[in-house]
């Protein structure tokens, strides 16, 4: 069984220690991190290499960063950033192969507030992921699409929509551009694992939320129809978010069969004019 995982950490340099501790405990295969807040020269690579893991990493001063572990190998860089805009300089994807998968590892842009120029880089960057998943799609290598789309797909995957309605994560514009993500054909594997169970993968600091259970579900890992048939299980590591100065996120994961016989994939309607399901 392979095990990816996706998990924000809000800081590696400050939570390396319950990064470690959640890689020697829960042992995934493929761990993709958001939200690295350090230069390339303060990624731990000798703390994760020790750990078993390799590693590839594009990170930013202060701000952004995206990762890629893989236990037991170094992954084969594909791509480092987003294409479509020569002048962002964010640091919100990296993409690799490892094994036998090719995982897309990003951070969306937050958007708040809103109106405003940081909600139009949103949907600005929302529109490049969404062209260059096209290609992902269909270019018949299993892929998974892994990290913080900082969108709550629908009202089902938050606690209270009221005291949100203002966030750029809950906006039209936001949930639209997520459907037509899904609507290319990718499978939200966590939903598709657990239909019709609140579940969530970030709590705020604020107002107790993580302890009233007042969440929302913005890390998706969503998979091609190379992918999908192969998954057995997802769910989020909830014990993280408990830990002593924890990230605001919890690590969501899936598993795959990888050793399962691929089913014919589907051509429905659906990868052109699908609505997306309630999510």
Same mark, same amino acid.
């Given at each position: 069984?392979?095990?990816?995982?996706? /998990?924000?950490?809000?800081?590696?340099?400050?939570?390396?220690?319950?990064?470690?501790?959640?890689?020697?405990?829960?042992?995934?295969?493929?761990?993709?991190?958001?939200?690295?807040? &350090?230069?390339?020269?303060?990624?731990?690579?000798?703390?994760?290499?020790?750990?078993?893991?390799?590693?590839?990493?594009? =990170?930013?001063?202060?701000?952004?960063?995206?990762?890629?572990?893989?236990?037991?190998?170094?992954?084969?860089?594909?791509?480092?950033?987003?294409?479509?805009?020569? =002048?962002?300089?964010?640091?919100?994807?990296?993409?690799? &192969?490892?094994? !036998? %998968?090719?995982?897309?590892?990003?951070?969306?842009?937050?958007?708040?507030?809103?109106?405003?120029?940081? /909600?139009?880089?949103?949907? &600005?960057?929302?529109?490049?992921?969404?062209?260059?998943?096209?290609?992902?799609? $269909?270019?018949?290598?299993? %892929?998974?699409?892994?990290? $913080?789309?900082?969108?709550?797909?629908?009202?089902?995957?938050?606690?209270?929509?009221?005291?949100?309605?203002?966030?750029?994560?809950?906006?039209?514009?936001?949930?639209?551009?997520?459907?037509?993500?899904?609507?290319? !054909?990718?499978?939200?594997?966590?939903?598709?694992?657990?239909?019709?169970?609140?579940?969530?993968?970030?709590?705020?600091?604020?107002?107790?939320?993580?302890?009233?259970?007042?969440?929302?579900?913005?890390?998706?890992?969503?998979?091609?129809?190379?992918?999908?048939?192969?998954?057995?299980?997802?769910?989020?590591?909830?014990?993280?978010?408990?830990?002593?100065?924890?990230?605001?996120?919890?690590?969501?994961?899936?598993?795959?069969?990888?050793?399962?016989?691929?089913?014919?994939?589907?051509?429905?309607?659906?990868?052109?004019?699908?609505?997306?399901?309630?999510?």
């Amino acid at each position: 069984m392979l095990k990816i995982a996706t /998990f924000n950490i809000n800081g590696i340099r400050s939570r390396l220690p319950a990064l470690l501790e959640w890689l020697d405990k829960e042992a995934p295969d493929v761990a993709c991190l958001q939200e690295l807040k &350090a230069p390339d020269t303060a990624f731990p690579s000798d703390e994760i290499r020790a750990a078993g893991y390799g590693a590839i990493w594009h =990170g930013q001063p202060s701000w952004n960063g995206v990762a890629i572990l893989t236990k037991g190998m170094d992954p084969i860089e594909t791509r480092r950033g987003l294409p479509g805009d020569m =002048g962002d300089t964010h640091s919100r994807y990296i993409e690799a &192969a490892a094994h !036998g %998968v090719l995982v897309g590892c990003l951070y969306l842009p937050n958007g708040n507030p809103q109106p405003g120029p940081k /909600f139009d880089y949103k949907l &600005a960057w929302f529109e490049r992921l969404i062209d260059y998943a096209a290609g992902l799609y $269909d270019n018949g290598h299993p %892929v998974v699409l892994a990290g $913080d789309f900082n969108v709550v797909p629908t009202d089902e995957d938050i606690y209270n929509p009221k005291s949100w309605l203002k966030d750029a994560l809950l906006q039209p514009e936001s949930r639209e551009r997520y459907r037509r993500l899904l609507d290319q !054909g990718w499978v939200d594997a966590l939903r598709t694992r657990h239909p019709d169970e609140r579940i969530y993968t970030f709590w705020d600091y604020f107002r107790q939320h993580w302890q009233k259970n007042s969440g929302l579900r913005i890390d998706h890992l969503l998979l091609n129809p190379e992918l999908a048939p192969r998954l057995k299980d997802a769910g989020v590591d909830r014990w993280v978010r408990d830990r002593p100065h924890a990230s605001d996120h919890a690590p969501t994961w899936i598993e795959l069969d990888m050793s399962a016989k691929k089913k014919p994939a589907e051509k429905p309607a659906a990868r052109t004019r699908r609505k997306a399901a309630p999510q």
